[in-house]
C-alpha cells in the first residue's frame, strides 16, 4: 500500500517535474522520503 507522500511524487512524475525546491521539515517526511526513490531532483534551499 502507497503512502501519502508516495501518491504526492507520483502525481508530480506524472505532470512532468523534474526537480523541486524545498526546505526539509519533519511535517513531510513521508514526501521526502518517496523523494529519495524517485527521479525527481531535490534541491535544499536553507536560510
Known sequence: MKTGGQL?????E???TDRIYCVPGESYLAVLDALHDSSIRTIVCRQ
Open 14 to 16: 506524472a505532470n512532468g
Open 8 to 12: 504526492i511524487v507520483d502525481a508530480l
